[in-house]
């Protein structure tokens, strides 16, 4: 091989290398990966987005002070007429069924001198503050389990609220309310992150239609009956031949035409009523009396429980010679 081949084909090979470079380098060029700045790999998150059906916070209760910077005494008063058949609220007026309630706020617990009080009462100790009175209100067999006082309590926090107001104006020095506490200051609000909306929360099984009152009184107790009807006894007989008292007697009232006891004040709303007292109509009167006849002059707000209703009912089918036979529940179609 002479000189002449011997150079062409050295520069043939030095070609191919560098063409081999060249290539290797473009290459890199177009496809060069992406370097994080950090090395490694991100890892998903454990936290996923809201749940659709996720069910919002319940609101909070309203704190007592707030339910008393609002309370109205007016309709405290008139809440409060029911005790007035066993509490006196004037001053020097003295116990009656149950201890007078002028001055109560701040007065020690179960101290009224000469007043025999129930055993759980007693243990309680300390003050009548507007806190505990509000929960003595609200259920008092709840504060104290043997306590003689056949009210259920008052279920409505404002309402509590509005019988305190009225309280704190039974005395000669007015206790004043707690002060509500304080708002925190609000947080900033962050920008809200961009999510997909969320699928509607499926809508809540409907609730259990009412029972009837046939089906109440078939499993009604006539005992728990006579413990609930005990409030009545305040205003009402319940023996044969005693007559009325501050209401009309309650013997025999099942099938007795309404507003027929003679010689009885019975307001106009309530003999425009008519008919006789059936256990659907006392059932009506039990649960909301003022609903039945608003003038009324029976100050007992109701019994909401259907079955205690129906369980005082059963009680006072007792309260006859010849008791009325519960309605039959209608045959299933």
Same mark, same amino acid.
């Given at each position: 091989m002479n000189s002449a081949d011997t150079n062409r084909t050295g520069l043939a090979v030095l070609g191919s290398i560098l063409f081999a470079m060249l290539l290797v380098a473009f290459s890199n060029l177009v496809f060069a990966p992406e370097r994080p700045a950090v090395p490694g790999y991100a890892l998903p998150s454990s936290a996923g987005p809201p749940t659709a059906g996720a069910a919002a916070a319940a609101p909070k209760e309203t704190p007592l002070p707030e339910l008393l910077a609002k309370a109205d005494v007016k309709k405290g008063e008139q809440d409060a007429k029911v005790c007035t058949t066993c509490h006196n609220f004037e001053k020097g007026a003295g116990a009656k069924i149950g201890p007078p309630l002028w001055g109560v706020v701040r007065r020690p617990i179960a101290s009224f001198p000469g007043f025999d009080y129930s055993d759980s009462i007693k243990k309680i100790g300390g003050d009548w503050t507007y806190e505990k009175l509000d929960h003595w209100i609200a259920d008092p067999k709840a504060m104290a389990s043997d306590t003689k006082?056949?009210? &259920?309590?008052? +279920? %409505? &926090?404002? +309402? %509590? $609220? %509005?019988? !305190? $107001?009225? !309280?704190q104006t039974l005395a000669d020095k007015p206790v004043p309310f707690p002060k509500p506490s304080p708002s925190p200051a609000p947080a900033a609000a962050a920008a809200p992150a961009a999510v997909a909306p969320a699928a509607a929360a499926p809508a809540p099984a409907a609730g259990p239609a009412e029972e009837p009152l046939p089906a109440l009184l078939a499993k009604a107790d006539p005992k728990k009956g006579e413990q609930d009807a005990k409030i009545c006894g305040a205003c009402h007989n319940f023996e044969k031949g005693q007559g009325p008292k501050i209401g009309p007697d309650l013997w025999g009232v099942v099938g007795r035409p309404v507003a027929s006891v003679p010689g009885f004040a019975y307001s106009d709303s309530l003999k425009q009523v008519g008919g006789d007292w059936t256990y659907e109509k006392l059932d009506h009167w039990i649960h909301d009396p003022k609903a039945m006849a608003s003038g009324t002059k029976m100050i007992f707000p109701g019994e909401k429980n259907p079955q205690k209703d129906a369980d005082i009912l059963a009680y006072l089918q007792t309260l006859s010679d010849k008791p009325v036979p519960f309605p039959k529940e209608a045959s299933a179609k």
């Open positions: 006082m056949t009210f &259920p309590g008052e +279920k %409505d &926090p404002q +309402k %509590d $609220a %509005d019988i !305190l $107001a009225y !309280l």
